[in-house]
């Protein structure tokens, strides 16, 4: 008994154009078609199909689907490709999950339930930094300091949460890679510090010299030691050698040029 596309497609829920498609990849080839251009479809045909609509609700591509029905790779074998292709992309997921709660964490350490209080202690504290960055750096650091200060005067409080969210983030990755056994001197490590040179760049364009004392804060600054420590409590003294060490390879120019 042979059955016509509108039937098959009405039995199988699959569109006629589509069995169209699969008849011109080659992957379901109708059992005869008629001179007038009618497809009809036999038993063989409809195990086929059926063979191509499981294969499909686990995951394969046509392509994939092909190569089962062809004999090239059996059936195992292609779902065992694909499991593998689930699992990397499990763990994709998973990486990206874990960032997004991170940074809700993040966003809700950095949670301002008073404004009026968190501005005034932001006043506070930025005296505070200025007078450590001119006793660090100089004068020209302090007036840098005023002019970076000054460039934040519109920001609000959900600007300065996204901005401690993104600062913890850096700490975080920052921690991965010394915790990956990573040296302060290593390449990697000084990969990871590049991203913290950019952020300081942002505003300020240290010398070598004042980039390295910079990474000093991490250990003498109370305030930014404490953000690098909650990263991870052994941070701050690898992130002082780590940006030392930026700043003596990637900063400093070989000899003999300017």
């Given amino acids: ?66 190569a089962v029905l062809g004999e090239q790779v059996d059936e195992a074998a292609a779902l065992r490709g694909h499991l593998a292709q689930l699992e990397a992309e499990r763990r994709r997921l998973d990486r990206v999950i874990a960032t997004v709660e991170e940074t809700i964490t993040d966003l809700g350490h950095a949670r301002i339930d008073d404004p009026d209080r968190f501005f005034a202690g932001l006043r506070k504290d930025s005296a505070a930094m200025r007078r450590s960055y001119r006793e660090t750096f100089g004068e020209e650091a302090a007036e840098t300091f005023d002019a970076a200060r000054a460039a934040q005067d519109g920001l609000t409080a959900a600007d300065y949460r996204h901005a401690a969210a993104q600062g913890a983030a850096l700490f975080r990755r920052l921690a991965a890679v010394m915790r990956s056994g990573a040296a302060p001197e290593d390449a990697a490590a000084l990969d990871a510090v590049a991203e913290h040179y950019r952020s300081v760049t942002r505003f300020w364009q240290p010398t070598a010299a004042a980039y390295a004392a910079l990474g000093g804060l991490y250990l003498d600054d109370p305030r930014q030691r404490q953000l690098a420590e909650r990263a991870d409590p052994e941070l701050p003294a690898w992130l002082a050698r780590a940006i030392a060490a930026y700043a003596r390879v990637r900063l400093v120019p070989p000899l003999g040029k300017a």
């Fill in 1 to 66: 008994m042979q059955y016509s596309i509108s039937q098959v497609a009405k039995a199988s829920g699959v569109s006629a154009r589509m069995l169209r498609h699969y008849d011109a990849i080659g992957l379901l080839t109708p059992a005869s078609v008629a001179e007038n251009g009618y497809r009809w479809y036999g038993r063989l045909e409809l195990l086929r199909l059926q063979r191509i609509l499981l294969l499909r609700r686990l995951g394969l591509g046509l392509a994939e689907i092909g």
